[in-house]
């Protein structure tokens, strides 16, 4: 894998397909930036939370085009893709079979049957779901408040409760009113009163027995309507799949061989930290179990030529990036965004340097970003940056507009913030280039979110029409044609352009070049890269965002300074 810039983007981030982002990676402007491009999930036929739940993996056909592909890959553009391996859209052939032939489905077992998974270490409820003993619950990770767990219907009415670690919805198809008479046998005028009087209870969130019928219905008809309404219940969710049957792993062979199709050569791992599910374990993380999946997932994706790189959002302390740079594997630098705020704003390289030094000692090969789909994270700088200071990080921020994401409901523990960078920074473009700047000198692959090299700020109408997960529609508002054209002529894109090339271009960086990093000052760093007998060198002043760059391109000199 190279070591150049990389793009990062929904297929509809920039102009409104993958075509158009083709269109803009040819423009002379964009040509040389790049040399890989991660397009997010909504680019496969997916439905909830922005991409991240798959029904397959076929191209969205509103979207995107195999002939989008072949002109990224044309540019030389390595792909990198998403590959979710905990979960499966509720909407997904598999799920949808089990729906419709219920005990009969050859899926039956795909996905993770709760009661079957706790059978004999719970107590049954009345609700249909076994609530498992304390001691099994104690140490296990959870990702929203109460048990995981997606109730379904199968064809013989029996309700059985499936595993569903992220996000669900419940929904039941309204009956108007000549739906109704026919079945409850009642008149229209019954009907029509009861066809408003369900669509407003549904509306306001009461299951179907738990509407007020009482003075239409005999207990005989509204035990008819709640069947009725209950056969006409539908979901959307992310169904935790099954890793002990054998046709969970054969469709992760069909996944590979499809992202291997498309031209990808670097598949991101989602929520592959959940996949391992044990009675009384974490289940997330458990060792050594994790780690036996995602080498076997790893022997998979080399005879396909693809490089894996999991995903996993942990607290520095923890030294989960450190496992996985020992087994081999790629990380995600998640500590690099607060770092560089931390360090902008307080005026002080330490903590960054220190990092930094860590990376080249331990030869840690990543991924680095400022911004990204998701928040700004916060729980990983835990262990390397004092409590205090990561609190006053976060307060910060959201006095310019932020919004808190905090662990499965818990006040008093943090995890992200959702903000654009350019906002987090106070929506200073000499904040923003020296942060870039300071980005494309660290160890790793920089991967660039669209919205930060635009220099998007925090978009609060989109979180008020985003819903439950509005919060992260912050930072992914879609650019238009015309919104495109406006930045470009910005002087903050033409600069980070201009810096993108050069880490592009020169020669002096790489997984194995050799770096120096040093702290004259407290607000002051040096940091040098050399390869290969070429040399790029960044003096940066924190205090005053006022920098220097000079690299080696072989037949140039790139030099480019902020006074």
């Known amino acids: ?120 270490r719970g107590e049954m409820t009345e609700a249909g779901w076994i609530q498992p003993d304390e001691a099994c619950l104690r140490d296990m990770f959870f990702r929203k408040p109460g048990l995981p767990i997606l109730m379904v219907r199968f064809p013989d009415g029996k309700e059985v409760p499936y595993w569903n670690t992220f996000y669900q919805e419940v929904h039941y198809d309204l009956p108007d009113t000549q739906d109704l008479m026919r079945a409850l046998g009642i008149q229209y005028g019954t009907a029509e009163t009861l066809a408003k009087r369900v669509a407003s209870g549904l509306g306001e969130g009461k299951k179907p027995a738990e509407l007020e019928t009482e003075d239409l219905l005999s207990a005989e008809k509204r035990e008819k309507l709640t069947e009725t309404l209950e056969s006409r219940r539908k979901y959307l969710g992310q ?42 374990r974490r289940n997330f993380m458990n060792d050594p179990e994790t780690w036996e999946v995602l080498e076997r997932v790893h022997r998979m994706a080399e005879e396909r030529n693809l490089t894996l790189l999991p995903e996993i959002h942990a607290a520095y302390s923890e030294k989960s990036y450190r496992e996985l740079a ?4 790629m990380t995600y630098d998640f500590f690099l965004p607060g770092l560089l705020i931390d360090a902008i704003e307080n005026h002080d390289a330490g903590y960054l340097i220190r990092w930094a030094r860590e990376q080249q000692r331990d030869r840690i090969r990543c991924v680095n970003m400022l911004g990204c789909h998701d928040g700004i994270p916060m729980l990983d700088l835990k262990g390397l940056v004092p409590d205090d200071r990561i609190q006053a990080l976060i307060d910060l921020i959201v006095r ?13 523990m943090y995890y992200q913030v959702n903000a654009t960078y350019f906002s987090a920074l106070g929506a200073d473009e000499r904040k923003l280039l020296l942060a870039r700047a300071l980005q494309l000198f660290m160890p790793g692959k920089p991967q660039v979110w669209y919205l930060d090299l635009f220099a998007g700020e925090n978009n609060r109408e989109a979180v008020a029409a985003g819903g439950d997960a509005g ?70 002043d924190l205090r005053t965002c006022a920098f220097r760059i000079r690299a080696d391109l072989g037949n140039d000199v790139f030099c480019f300074e902020q006074n």
Not at 244 to 263: F, H, I, M, N, T
Not at 400 to 412: A, E, S, V, W
Not at 513 to 540: C, F, H, K, V, Y
Request: hydrophobic share 40%; glycine share 8%; aromatic share 10%.
């Open 400 to 412: 310019r507009g932020g919004l808190i994401k905090n662990l499965h409901g818990k006040k008093n």
């Open 326 to 329: 020992n087994r081999g594997y």
């Open 239 to 280: 169904m935790d799949v099954n890793i002990r049957s054998p046709l969970v792993w054969q469709y992760y062979e069909e996944v590979l061989d499809k992202l291997a199709g498309y031209g990808a050569s670097i598949v991101r791992l989602d929520a592959f930290g959940y996949a391992s599910k044990i009675p009384g």
């Open 1 to 120: 894998m190279n070591s150049g810039p990389m793009l990062n983007a929904y297929p509809d981030s920039l102009g409104g397909k993958l075509g158009d982002i083709a269109d803009l990676l040819e423009r002379p402007e964009m040509r040389g930036a790049f040399s890989s491009f991660y397009i997010l999930p909504s680019v496969f036929h997916t439905d909830l939370d922005r991409g991240f739940s798959v029904i397959s993996y076929d191209l969205n056909e509103r979207l995107a085009k195999s002939a989008d592909l072949d002109r990224l890959r044309a540019l030389k553009t390595d792909l990198k893709l998403d590959f979710i391996l905990n979960h499966l859209s509720v909407l997904s052939p598999q799920f949808q079979d089990i729906l419709e032939k219920g005990e009969d489905s050859a899926y039956r077992d795909f996905f993770i049957d709760w009661n079957r998974f706790w059978e004999g």
């Open 471 to 540: 919060h992260k529609e912050i930072n992914r508002t879609n650019l238009t044609a015309d919104a495109l054209e406006a930045g470009l002529r910005k002087q903050v894109v033409k600069d980070q352009l201009k810096l993108l090339k050069m880490r592009s271009a020169c020669g002096a960086f790489g997984f194995d070049a050799e770096m120096t990093a040093e702290q004259p000052a407290p607000d002051r760093l040096e940091i040098t890269w050399r390869n290969g007998g070429r040399e790029a060198s960044l003096t940066a």
